[in-house]
């Protein structure tokens, strides 16, 4: 049975880049914002609920995600080596300890605490780089359709 959906929704403005970032650093939909998106802390739902959209469009997406956390944990880590570079230079006596024991550390949990961000960020720069095409559009409507269905 063919859905119908709003022509607004076909047609309307896809958000900035600034508003898709900010959603998926909030952990949200890059698309319509909703908040429900993960199944649970660490895996992301196959659709969005609120607006339908599918987050893994095409093969390789957690290539992605893996990459926006890698860049993550590599700028954070160039910051920590500068900030040791200038500490050194103020006091020479300063130990290495000290940013190794850092440096372990945030190697292992940085990219635990931020993988759930990594997946929504990237879902919003795939989506950023790539606008939804039609088809995409009316197979989220559709989705979003069956669903309320099956609640109804
Ligand atoms: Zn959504």
Redesign the pocket.
């Given at each position: 049975m063919p859905q119908s959906f709003d022509v607004g929704d076909v047609l309307g403005p896809t958000p900035g880049w600034g508003t898709l970032v900010r959603r998926g650093l909030a952990r949200r939909?890059p698309?319509?914002?909703?908040r429900h998106?993960f199944v649970h802390r660490y895996r992301l739902a196959e659709r969005?609920p609120?607006?339908?959209?599918r987050f893994t469009r095409e093969p390789g997406f957690f290539l992605g995600a893996w990459f926006v956390n890698f860049m993550v944990l590599e700028v954070l880590h160039w910051l920590l080596v500068m900030a040791f570079i200038v500490w050194r230079a103020s006091d020479p006596a300063a130990g290495l300890l000290l940013p190794l024991v850092v440096g372990v550390v945030t190697a292992v949990a940085v990219p635990i605490a931020f993988y759930p961000r990594s997946l929504t960020v990237w879902a919003a720069i795939d989506l950023a780089m790539t606008p939804l095409e039609l088809g995409e559009i009316v197979d989220a409507a559709d989705a979003v359709a069956e669903d309320h269905d099956a609640g109804t």
């Open positions: 939909c698309r319509c914002g909703d998106v969005c609120a607006c339908g959209v």
